[in-house]
């Protein structure tokens, strides 16, 4: 079982940057296809980014060219670069681990943009 823990939500102004982290404990998350959600408020979660466990990586198309999701595997870390934010990424982020029929949850970040 695989436990992850977001950071590095905060409030940031719009045009800024932020990096989040996703630490994983419990089990090694390298054989894991690593993700980033995010859900707005009255909002669906949306999955913004993807990689897999050899290193592949793939956004969605409201992120791309903005967002760069990676992963340190001797750390058992994932990180989601953001930059150009906008108000409308305002959201909760949630990294997440699949394998197989497996997928844990982290509990979240706020990420605030102000306009």
């Known amino acids: 079982q695989v436990q992850l823990q977001e950071s590095g939500g905060g409030l940031v102004q719009a045009g800024g940057s932020l990096r989040l982290s996703c630490a994983a404990s419990?089990?090694?998350?390298?054989?894991?296809?690593m993700d980033w959600h995010r859900q707005a408020p009255g909002k669906q979660r949306e999955r913004v980014a993807t990689v897999t466990s050899t290193g592949s990586p793939n956004y969605a198309d409201s992120v791309k060219g903005r967002f760069t999701i990676s992963r340190d595997n001797a750390k058992n870390t994932v990180y989601l670069q953001m930059n150009s934010l906008k108000a409308e990424d305002t959201a909760v982020y949630y990294c997440?681990?699949?394998?197989?029929?497996?997928?844990?949850w982290g509990q979240g970040t706020q990420v605030t943009v102000s306009s």
């Open positions: 997440s681990a699949r394998r197989a029929w497996s997928t844990y």
């Open positions: 419990g089990s090694s998350s390298s054989g894991y296809t």
